[in-house]
């Protein structure tokens, strides 16, 4: 759906890029950016030095280096915002439904989207409007119906974040940031306000501590997995998610560098999504990041979005299934790019995109990577 909507656009598909293996979800140790068929993505911003961030790596890292205009990645949770921050680029992890997964295995339904990744906030708007639609191969985007937009141009705003009310996030998404990284939060917070902005400093996700655990994710990976490869050809031997494993084991040395307890872990569930565990863990992220946790402090303080250092945040929109956008905001001494990272409710993606749009146009903050041959 996706392809076919970037085609009607107009868009030229250049090709695809190398993904962290399985979008990150093979290993608790494999670095953002590996594959065993593409290799180490590598940073244009400092290759081999700064983490590239993932799983869409190479989405990220091409765009910033220059060698298109957009990207689409997709995301589970921090997948597109993580790598957009350092390769200092928009990312865009739009409200779950609002665009189309039929074609994407997910690790979860529940969270998973596609977005866009560009340099530009008008860049990234041109393109999620290029995506939205409804898909009837994926039901939950039947929901949009009058919430979605084809043109989300006329969102853009210089003049966007004057009168706009927005929740500084700092206790321990700030204590994942460097003093430098710090110093450049800090004076982005101070633009907003220069630019108009009401900041409500700080505020408190009030569910922001919950026990959370990825059980959701360890249970629907299995059941996504299976259903799309049963959509491929009858020749393909690989069937199930257990014929992937076993796969891996028989080429071990090329595939298995860093192990494959994740899928092994999945592959364990039953697969029906009728365990009571399953059942009470999806129920429990929904109350926690969306009732009690987001709808409740966006309520409180009467915000238009929260403001996170770098992509810090990126978990609890993403079990709530809510939008957050992520801008650069600057480089610390090493050249590794910052950013910061807004969030809102479902479907408020005008809303953080007119936001974004003014910050930048306020900072202009992003400079191209500087890239040498050896």
Known sequence: FVVTKLREAGA????????????????????DGYSSRGGQVLNPYGPGVLEVGGSSS????????????????????????????????????PTVGLISRSGIIPI??????????????TDAAILLGALTGIDENDPVTGKTEGLGHTDYLPFLDADGLRGARIGVVRSRFLA?????????????????????????????????NAKWDRQVLVHEFKVGVNAY???LPASYPIRS????????????????LYGQELLVESERTSGTLTEPEYLANLLFDLEMTQKQGLDAVMKEHELDALLYPGSTGYAIPAKAGYPSITVPAGYTSAGKP?????????????????????????????????????
């Open 229 to 231: 490869l049963k959509t």
């Open 338 to 374: 910052f950013g910061i990272m807004l969030t809102g409710l479902a479907f408020q993606e005008p809303t953080l995109l007119r936001l974004a749009y003014a910050y930048e146009q306020a900072t202009r903050l992003r400079v191209a990577p500087s890239m040498t041959t050896a």
């Open 176 to 208: 994942e940031c460097d003093d430098e990284e710090i110093a450049l939060y800090e004076a982005a917070i101070e633009k907003l306000r220069e630019a108009g902005a009401t900041v409500i400093d700080a505020v408190t996700i009030p569910t922001e």
């Open 108 to 121: 979860s339904h529940s969270q998973d989207t596609a977005g866009p990744m560009a340099r530009t906030v």
């Open 241 to 256: 998610l257990q014929d992937v494993i076993a796969f891996n084991q028989a080429h071990e040395e090329q595939a298995l």
């Open 58 to 93: 190479g989405s990220a890292a091409a765009i910033a280096a220059g060698f298109a205009v957009v990207a689409v990645g997709t995301e589970t949770c921090g997948s597109i915002l993580h790598p957009a921050e350092h390769n200092s680029l928009v990312g865009i992890k």
């Open 12 to 31: 030229v598909l250049l090709g695809k890029t190398n993904l962290t293996e399985w979008a990150n979800y093979i290993s608790n140790d494999m670095p």
